[in-house]
C-alpha cells in the first residue's frame, strides 16, 4: 500500500480552506485546500522537510512534528493514530503466512451467546470464527473459506448491497476501518491482495478507497434486510480480544423484547429445527 502517507496527507491539506487557519486566500487555486508550504509554515517545518515527508522520503519524523502536523490538518484521535502508523511503519515486518486461529475458549464464548449473533474478524476483517445466530444472520457457512470476509461479501459477493439498506453508509464505514487496518498492518499480504482485489472488481470501493477517509467502528447501529427474518435494527459492540490484538470480537446486541429481538429469535428456531 505504498503512497498512502503522502496520499493521506494530500487528502486532508484538500479539505482545510486557508481562511480556516488564519491564511489570506489569493483568487483561485489550482488545487482545492491548503498548499504544502503552508502546511510546513503552521507546522514551523521547512517546505523541504514537509515536501520529503509528503514524497514519503523523508527521514524518521518526531512525534512533535507529527504532533504539529496533525494539529494544522485539525485531525481527529483516529485520523492522527493513522498519520503516525504510516509515517513510522515498523523496522521489523513480519507478515502472516497462515490464516489467524481463534482460541478454542473463543469459540466456546462465542457458542454460549445463543440470542445474539457473535463473530470474530482478523485485521483484514476475515471471518474467523462465527456462532450458530451469526452464521444464520450473514450466512458464513454458506461462504468458501477464501471469500469469507465481511469486505468482500459487501462489495462483491451477490446479494451483499441488498443486505444492507443503508448501503452506502455501511460501505463508506467498513473501507475507512479498512483503511485503518491497513496502516497498522503495511505489509500483510492478505491484506494487500483483498485490497487490490477489490479495487479491481469494485468501482464503490476503489472510490471510497481513494478518499482516505479513516475510522474504528468499535460500536454503532447497522440495519440488515434478511430474507427470512426481515428487516432488523442491530445495535453492535466490537471488543479486541486479548492476547490476540489482531482478533476482533463482534456482536449483535438487539434491545431485549424488541421486534428485531423476537425476529432474530425466530430466525434461531427455524435455523436449528431439522429437517424433515
Known amino acids: 500500500m505504498d503512497g498512502d502517507l503522502g496520499d493521506f496527507l494530500r487528502s486532508r491539506r484538500a479539505r482545510i480552506r486557508p481562511e480556516e487557519v488564519g491564511l489570506p486566500s489569493y483568487g483561485r487555486r489550482r488545487v482545492p485546500g491548503l498548499r504544502r508550504e503552508e502546511v510546513a509554515q503552521l507546522a514551523g517545518v521547512s517546505v523541504d522537510y514537509y515536501i520529503r515527508l509528503e514524497q ?3 527521514p524518521s519524523v518526531s512525534d512533535a512534528v507529527l504532533d504539529a502536523i496533525a494539529r494544522v490538518l485539525r485531525l481527529d484521535d483516529t485520523e492522527h493514530a493513522y498519520l503516525r502508523a504510516v509515517a513510522r511503519p515498523p523496522k521489523k515486518r513480519t507478515p502472516r503466512r497462515h490464516a489467524p486461529r481463534v482460541r478454542p475458549g473463543v469459540q466456546l464464548l462465542l457458542d454460549s451467546m445463543e440470542r445474539t449473533p457473535a463473530f470474530v474478524l482478523g485485521p483484514g476483517m476475515e471471518v474467523l470464527a462465527w456462532n450458530a445466530l451469526g452464521d444464520a444472520l450473514l450466512g458464513f457457512g454458506r461462504m468458501a473459506p477464501a471469500r469469507r470476509n465481511i469486505v468482500r ?52 470501493f476503489r472510490r471510497l478507497w481513494a478518499d482516505h477517509q479513516v475510522r474504528a467502528c468499535m460500536y454503532g447501529v447497522k440495519r440488515v434486510r434478511h430474507p427470512i427474518a426481515g428487516l432488523l435494527t442491530l445495535p453492535y459492540e466490537s471488543l479486541t480480544l486479548p492476547e490476540t490484538p489482531d482478533q476482533t470480537l463482534v456482536v449483535y446486541t438487539p434491545e431485549p423484547g424488541s421486534e428485531t429481538a423476537e425476529r432474530l429469535a425466530l430466525l434461531g428456531s427455524w435455523e436449528s429445527t431439522p429437517a424433515p
Open 153 to 204: 461479501q459487501l462489495f462483491l459477493e451477490p446479494g451483499g448491497r441488498d443486505l444492507y439498506p443503508d448501503f452506502p453508509a455501511v460501505a463508506a464505514q467498513t473501507v475507512a476501518h479498512l483503511r485503518l487496518s491497513a496502516g497498522a498492518h503495511p505489509d500483510d499480504p492478505a491484506l494487500r491482495d483483498l485490497v487490490g482485489e477489490l479495487s479491481l472488481k469494485s468501482e464503490d
Open 56 to 58: 514519503g522520503r523523508g
